[in-house]
């Protein structure tokens, strides 16, 4: 069974920094990605990351986020500096299956909540 399990969201200043993880479990991954959704908005792409880490960040956060992962962990990560109020969302990790039962599967965490304080 697959899961991804989303940690180190929080309440910080702006200008200030936060890091979340994201670990998966169940499969083997390919792309690792965070997505966000503010109130009110559709859900965004902020960075994703392949196996062999190549990356594509939003232009909205390029140069204040950075995402990397591990691959023997299975963990994605998500820095995030200089953070302003309208990075404020939920942000939720995807992580797509390569496994022969659920190839090209998308598979989604829960979320956790980024707010930032101006």
């Known amino acids: 069974q697959v899961q991804l399990v989303e940690s180190g969201g929080g309440l910080v200043q702006a200008g200030g920094s936060l890091r979340l993880s994201c670990a998966a479990s169940g499969s083997i991954f390919s792309v690792m990605a965070w997505y966000r959704q503010a109130p009110g908005k559709q859900r965004e792409l902020v960075a994703a990351?392949?196996?062999?880490?190549?990356?594509n960040t939003a232009d909205s956060v390029k140069g204040r986020f950075t995402i990397s992962r591990d691959n023997a962990k299975k963990t994605v990560y998500l820095q995030m500096d200089s953070l302003k109020p309208e990075d404020t969302a939920v942000y939720y990790c995807m992580a797509r299956s390569i496994a022969p039962l659920d190839y090209g599967k998308d598979y989604w965490g829960k979320g956790t909540l980024v707010t930032v304080s101006s």
């Open positions: 990351i392949g196996a062999g880490g190549s990356t």
